[in-house]
């Protein structure tokens, strides 16, 4: 597993979603709160929609934006929290395509394309 790993967010039929191939999963979406939370980081962003990166990483790495931090499993997925946007979203079991476990923190850094 790669120690910072990138995906492309994109808007489908209103949702967040991304693919990578590499990992196997197409369109897949970020729901309950993660979400919102991509509203977010995003609104600096112009046509974010159409696709930002996203770097991401559960070691800190330097230009990070901010950290969510774990807070509990919740059937086979996990909740993070922001402080930076005071708000938890759930992360799906795709999150185990690039981590062995839930990871305490995730670093990330968002960008234009």
């Keep these: 597993m790669n120690s910072i ?6 808007k489908y039929l209103g949702m967040w979603v991304f693919d990578d191939e590499k990992v196997g999963l197409i369109q897949e979406p970020f729901v309950s709160g993660a979400d919102v939370l991509i509203d977010k980081v995003t ?5 974010a929609g159409d696709g930002f990166i996203l770097i991401f990483s559960d070691g800190y790495f330097p230009d990070a934006d901010f950290k969510i931090e774990w807070r509990r499993a919740d059937n086979s997925g ?4 922001s402080e930076e946007f005071d708000m938890e ?8 395509k690039y ?3 839930a990871p305490k923190n995730i670093y990330i850094k968002i960008k234009a394309i």
């Design 99 to 101: 981590f062995s476990e």
């Design 5 to 10: 790993n990138i995906i492309r967010p994109y």
């Design 89 to 96: 979203g759930w992360l799906c079991p795709a999150l185990f």
């Design 78 to 81: 996990n909740w993070y929290y």
């Design 43 to 47: 609104e600096s962003i112009p046509n």
